[in-house]
């Protein structure tokens, strides 16, 4: 994922939204408890949409999803230009970067 942000909002760029997002959170004890609980909740957690808008003043857990409401358009339009501006300035190619840094982890470094 991608984040910029302005005082109001943040919008956030999921690279790979077609996947199923884990992490130590989602192997863990805790995760476990929020799919008893709330599994609909947790599987949010878990599949992120394309892209994500939330008013951080209103909304500081980023719960409500504002990306397809139509009056916050052009907010998301300049936070989305603004996102892609500084991704092309440090030459982030989005998907194929993040696939690119994994070749660079220790476990996959060739073995003396």
Request: proline fraction near 4%; glycine fraction near 2%.
């Amino acid at each position: 994922m991608r984040s910029v942000r302005s005082a109001h909002f943040l919008y956030i760029e999921n690279l790979n939204y077609d996947g199923v997002f884990k992490n130590t959170v989602t192997n863990g004890a805790l995760f476990k408890t929020w799919m008893e609980k709330n599994s609909t909740w947790a599987n949010t957690y878990q599949k992120r949409p394309k892209e994500e808008l939330y008013d951080v003043i209103k909304d500081p857990f980023n719960l409500q999803n504002l990306i397809a409401d139509p009056k916050f358009k052009k907010i998301k339009s300049e936070l989305s230009s603004k996102l892609a501006t500084f991704m092309k300035q440090q030459n982030d190619k989005g998907l194929a970067t993040e696939l690119d840094a994994l070749s660079r982890q220790p476990k996959h470094q060739p073995k003396d």
